[in-house]
């Protein structure tokens, strides 16, 4: 274009230098030659000069719109053959998209066949309860008959209504353990399909297909495992002056190595704790969470008298954890470690009361690194599923496992269940062990420890 528009320029001025030799030469000049026909030499190469810079310029420009609309095609290429990739991708999401939908329909059957399935395991389970109850209470009058029997008589043969009634309770007995390793296995395959349900929410979130069916799919696995109540070594009423009211009475007498030893406290029977030496002394160890190996989700019976191992995970029993606290006044410790390895403690003076008061249990903090894992100078009372307090919410039920609840459930639960520290919502990680910061932020637990020891160290 700029070529173009110097021989543009050039051409009027070759013209008008032209003229001007014509019009104004002067008077004494030659008298005028006759005019030629043909242009000046110079001109012409003036001229001639011009047309090839034009030349070269449209060539270059010729060139240079080649190359852009060289660029201009490929660049179409590209786009037809992204978008022609991008409607096969479209297609395949749309394939998958239905098999979501009718995977979705499949299992909303499904989860109807659970919930109605849990509605009747939970039907027999409180049926079981109701008979392991009876059973229980017969199996007591039974062994009391049996004693005074043995004590009023040296030489007794048995009597048939006691042989019958023995086998009665040995045939229910199987019958109750039958029925109980039914529904372990119903809930076991409940927990399959609710885990099914989850992983068929998450794909339709990823593909971003909003089901009005969210809320049916993430019902809730309700039934807990239940087993029948397991007394923690525990062993009868038998008269021994010489066993020791706790543990530091144990180690008062010498035993400084933790393990488990055996104890009577005053009006009470004899029953094994695990002594922890530590400071000095030897703190009762009443409840210990390490690996998730015991359910913790248990009935009011268990937490009652006890679950578990006392060398790896338990609880160790509300009755036996008061007929030891009413001896003295005594110290809650509350030992935590998450999952990074960090571990923190607090310790408060407190009262328990009994089973009366649905063990209501009332602190006072002495001393801790942490924010307090309880609320102090308020009544909890103790509730577990199969036993609330009344007035109060159905925590168990929202959070899993027996804990002291206040008359709302947003509080610190170290007997729920264990979780393994992976990402999960955060309702999910409330039904678990964790521990609230004052900033309301949720901190998931590995381990946990509770003991308690007289306040007089």
């Excluded at 971003?208 to 495992?225: C, D, H, M, Y």
């Excluded at 408060?348 to 009361?353: D, N, Q, R, V």
Aim: hydrophobic share 30%; glycine share 4%; aromatic share 10%.
């Amino acid at each position: 274009m700029y070529t173009i528009k110097l021989f543009l320029f050039i051409i009027p001025l070759v013209i008008s230098s032209t003229i001007d030799q014509d019009l104004y030469s002067p008077f004494d000049s030659i008298p005028p030659q006759p005019k030629s026909r043909f242009a000046m030499l110079d001109d012409v190469k003036i001229l001639a000069n011009g047309l090839l810079q034009l030349g070269h310029g449209l060539k270059d420009f010729v060139h240079k719109t080649k190359g852009q609309i060289n660029d201009i095609f490929e660049k179409l290429n590209i786009f037809d053959q992204s978008f022609y990739d991008l409607s096969l991708q479209t297609n395949e999401i749309k394939e998958e998209e239905k098999k979501l939908r009718t995977t979705t329909s499949k299992l909303q059957v499904k989860n109807e066949e659970v919930k109605n399935m849990s509605l009747e395991l939970n039907s027999k389970l409180e049926n079981v309860l109701e008979e392991k109850i009876l059973l229980q209470q017969k199996v007591r009058y039974l062994e009391e008959q049996l004693t005074n029997l043995i004590k009023n008589q040296t030489e007794i043969q048995e009597h048939p209504e006691v042989t019958s009634l023995k086998t009665f309770v040995e045939q229910q007995d199987n019958s109750i353990k039958d029925l109980l390793q039914t529904v372990e296995e119903q809930y076991r395959q409940l927990n399959q399909q609710h885990t099914q349900i989850l992983e068929i929410e998450n794909q339709l979130r990823r593909t971003g297909i909003q089901e009005s069916t969210e809320n049916s799919l993430s019902s809730k696995p309700r039934a807990p495992r239940t087993t029948p109540s397991r007394h923690l070594n525990e062993t009868k009423n038998v008269e021994h002056d010489d066993i020791p009211a706790d543990c530091t009475t144990i180690y008062n007498k010498g035993e400084h190595t933790s393990g488990i030893y055996s104890i009577r406290p005053s009006g009470s029977q004899v029953f094994n704790v695990y002594c922890e030496v530590k400071s000095g002394s030897s703190w009762t160890l009443i409840q210990h969470r390490i690996d998730g190996s015991q359910n913790f989700n248990e009935t009011w019976e268990n937490y009652k008298y006890g679950f578990g191992q006392l060398d790896g995970e338990f609880w160790l029993g509300l009755e036996k954890i008061y007929s030891i606290v009413k001896q003295s006044n005594y110290i809650l410790r509350i030992e935590l470690e998450d999952w990074k390895d960090i571990k923190y403690y607090i310790e408060y003076s407190f009262h328990l009361g009994n089973h009366e008061t649905n063990y209501k249990l009332h602190l006072v903090e002495i001393t801790s690194n942490v924010p307090s894992v309880l609320l102090e100078n308020k009544d909890l009372v103790f509730s577990t599923w199969d036993h609330r307090a009344i007035g109060h919410f159905n925590c168990p039920e929202s959070y899993s496992g027996g804990w002291w609840w206040n008359d709302v459930c947003d509080e610190n639960n170290l007997n729920g269940k264990y979780n393994k520290p992976r990402a999960k919502p955060k309702p999910e990680r409330r039904r678990g062990i964790y521990w609230k910061s004052q900033n309301g932020r949720l901190y998931s637990i590995k381990s946990t420890k509770m003991l308690i020891h007289p306040k007089d160290l």
